[in-house]
């Protein structure tokens, strides 16, 4: 809607109920993929709800406005009243966070789109009703102090709206600190090999699917939750069975070429997949980082020194992740299985992270072993999926605040914790705790072990997908 491409300028607001609230709800309900379908929970349960946030010379854009948990709780009828009634005041809560940041950081305007806007720059795709985006963009706008309506965007004068902020308390979530192993599947079958070792190529294409399902079954017998990064031209094939065991599905761009449309052909596959593995480790003119955020994706996944970094860090909006070791040594046969294995092995005694690199067209050369060394690296570290630590690198470097409030403490919690903040708009007073929101603006702490509500985001603010 701005066309502002700078990534430091873009935002993203979370909104997350009250560890109380939170608690009345199944906790697989807050990771849903179907029903939280922008997945932007981080790992937390109780994400409600998101705003894309633009942070501009003296004015704030909060632009795509959307509730996963709420707009989509249909699919849950045993939930969906609870919910609406806890959760129905979202777009309130959601402004009032965009305001209290505007406020920290000193801006004097927060700009919203009316509903036709938005209407506008949603998927083309989608069918739909005016109503349901004038509830969210227009209707809250019109019972705000200080809100003028300026063609197709509502304008807020913070100083007139702010005694009717509720200004959050900073607060910390501390995350565990504890040695993390990964391991990663880079599924290319034959197209990584074509050109250079058609023979391993063909073989790889011929025994895919074996090695695959040899793979999950090693994984479900240790209780290890790896990450695969798939090729994106067979992604839809294969994509059931890893799910399936709760694994991690990233991309290996959509061919493993360099055709320099790799980015939008896999987006054209999936919209939602957070990562990125580069072929060959090598980067090109299209995966910069603000091409890598304008196709969405979150984090990175690469060899040590094309990142630059030995252990996971956010830069420039994207998580990097980088990749310890592979199992290329045992292709090139610079290794034994022995020898590359103690050399793993050793990696992840000396160091707090590490991420192992496994491919299948080189299953033949680790695969027989694999159920072995699945129990000795859980016996070393904790495995995890690279989504899960690039959600922790993600939250650990934003603030973290909590809208509650400060009198009334003892009274009895309203029916909706969200709505309450209409009602402090309308009284200038708070009257229960309400959700965690993001208010804040500070400067970017990657080492800080806090849980956030305001996050970098990447390019979403320019089309909303919001599905019903």
Same mark, same amino acid.
């Given at each position: 809607m701005?066309?502002e491409?700078?990534?430091?300028? +873009?935002?993203?607001?979370?909104?997350?109920?009250?560890?109380?609230?939170?608690?009345?709800?199944?906790?697989?309900?807050?990771f849903d993929?179907?029903?939280?379908?922008?997945?932007?929970?981080?790992g937390?349960?109780?994400?409600?709800?998101?705003?894309?946030?633009?942070?501009?010379?003296?004015?704030?854009?909060?632009?795509?406005?959307?509730?996963?948990?709420?707009?989509?709780i249909?699919?849950?009828?045993?939930?969906?009243?609870?919910?609406?009634?806890?959760?129905? /005041?979202?777009?309130?809560?959601?402004?009032? /966070?965009?305001? $209290?940041?505007?406020i920290?950081c000193?801006?004097?305007?927060?700009?919203?789109? @009316?509903?036709?806007? @938005?209407?506008?720059?949603?998927?083309?795709v &989608?069918?739909?009703?005016?109503?349901?985006?004038?509830?969210?963009?227009?209707?809250?706008?019109?019972?705000?102090?200080?809100?003028?309506?300026?063609?197709?965007?509502?304008?807020i004068?913070?100083?007139?709206?702010?005694?009717?902020?509720?200004?959050?308390?900073?607060?910390?979530?501390?995350?565990?600190?504890?040695?993390t192993?990964?391991?990663?599947?880079d599924?290319?079958?034959?197209?990584?090999?074509?050109?250079?070792?058609?023979?391993?190529?063909?073989? *790889?294409?011929?025994?895919?699917?074996?090695?695959?399902?040899?793979?999950?079954?090693?994984?479900?017998?240790?209780?290890?939750?790896?990450?695969?990064?798939?090729?994106? @031209?067979?992604?839809?094939?294969?994509?059931? !069975?890893i799910?399936?065991? =709760?694994?991690a599905?990233?991309?290996?761009?959509?061919?493993?070429?360099?055709?320099?449309?790799?980015?939008?052909?896999?987006?054209?596959?999936?919209?939602?997949l957070k =990562? %990125?593995?580069?072929?060959?480790? &090598?980067?090109?003119?299209?995966?910069?980082?603000?091409?890598? $955020?304008?196709?969405?994706?979150?984090?990175?996944?690469?060899?040590?020194?094309?990142?630059?970094?030995?252990?996971?860090?956010?830069?420039?909006?994207?998580?990097?992740?980088?990749?310890?070791?592979?199992?290329?040594?045992? %292709?090139?046969?610079?290794?034994? %299985?022995?020898?590359?294995?103690?050399?793993?092995?050793?990696?992840?005694?000396?160091?707090?992270?590490?991420?192992? =690199?496994?491919?299948?067209? %080189?299953? +033949?050369?680790w695969?027989?072993?694999?159920?072995?060394?699945?129990?000795?690296?859980?016996?070393?570290?904790?495995?995890?999926?690279?989504?899960?630590?690039? $959600?922790?690198?993600?939250?650990?470097?934003?603030?973290?605040?909590?809208?509650?409030?400060?009198?009334?403490?003892?009274?009895?919690?309203? &029916?909706? *914790?969200v709505?309450?903040?209409?009602?402090s708009?309308?009284? !200038?007073?708070?009257?229960?705790?309400?959700?965690a929101i993001? $208010?804040?603006?500070? !400067?970017?702490?990657?080492?800080?072990?806090?849980?956030?509500?305001?996050?970098?985001?990447?390019y979403?603010s320019?089309?909303?997908?919001?599905?019903?």
């Amino acid at each position: 809607m701005c066309g502002e491409r700078d990534l430091d300028r +873009h935002w993203q607001l979370l909104l997350y109920a009250d560890p109380a609230l939170v608690e009345q709800f199944p906790r697989s309900l807050f990771f849903d993929d179907d029903l939280i379908w922008h997945q932007q929970h981080f790992g937390r349960p109780g994400q409600v709800a998101s705003a894309t946030v633009l942070i501009g010379s003296g004015v704030l854009y909060s632009m795509v406005h959307h509730a996963d948990l709420v707009q989509r709780i249909g699919r849950f009828r045993e939930h969906k009243t609870q919910i609406e009634k806890q959760f129905g /005041g979202w777009p309130w809560m959601l402004l009032n /966070g965009a305001l $209290a940041l505007a406020i920290d950081c000193g801006i004097g305007t927060v700009r919203t789109p @009316a509903s036709r806007l @938005a209407m506008e720059n949603t998927d083309p795709v &989608r069918d739909v009703q005016p109503y349901l985006f004038e509830r969210v963009y227009d209707r809250p706008l019109a019972e705000f102090p200080g809100t003028v309506r300026r063609g197709e965007w509502w304008e807020i004068d913070v100083s007139a709206a702010a005694a009717a902020v509720v200004l959050p308390t900073p607060g910390q979530d501390p995350m565990a600190e504890e040695k993390t192993v990964c391991v990663m599947h880079d599924v290319e079958r034959g197209f990584g090999h074509r050109a250079e070792d058609p023979e391993l190529a063909r073989r *790889a294409d011929e025994t895919g699917a074996e090695s695959l399902a040899a793979m999950l079954t090693a994984e479900a017998s240790a209780g290890v939750r790896a990450t695969y990064n798939v090729v994106g @031209a067979f992604l839809d094939d294969v994509r059931g !069975a890893i799910e399936r065991d =709760g694994h991690a599905l990233a991309f290996h761009s959509f061919d493993h070429s360099d055709d320099g449309n790799q980015l939008h052909r896999c987006r054209e596959v999936d919209y939602r997949l957070k =990562g %990125y593995r580069l072929p060959r480790s &090598r980067t090109t003119s299209e995966t910069t980082d603000e091409n890598l $955020a304008f196709h969405n994706f979150e984090w990175l996944a690469s060899g040590r020194v094309p990142l630059g970094t030995e252990s996971p860090v956010l830069r420039d909006r994207l998580v990097r992740l980088p990749v310890t070791l592979d199992d290329f040594p045992l %292709y090139t046969r610079r290794q034994t %299985y022995d020898e590359w294995e103690s050399a793993l092995l050793e990696q992840v005694v000396r160091s707090p992270y590490t991420t192992v =690199g496994l491919h299948d067209c %080189y299953a +033949h050369l680790w695969l027989p072993r694999y159920p072995e060394l699945l129990e000795k690296l859980k016996s070393l570290a904790r495995p995890r999926t690279l989504d899960d630590v690039a $959600a922790d690198v993600l939250m650990g470097a934003t603030d973290y605040a909590s809208c509650r409030s400060s009198r009334g403490a003892t009274k009895s919690r309203m &029916r909706s *914790a969200v709505r309450s903040v209409v009602n402090s708009w309308r009284q !200038a007073s708070a009257r229960s705790p309400a959700a965690a929101i993001a $208010a804040r603006s500070a !400067a970017t702490r990657p080492t800080s072990p806090m849980s956030s509500t305001t996050k970098p985001m990447s390019y979403r603010s320019i089309r909303s997908t919001i599905p019903r």
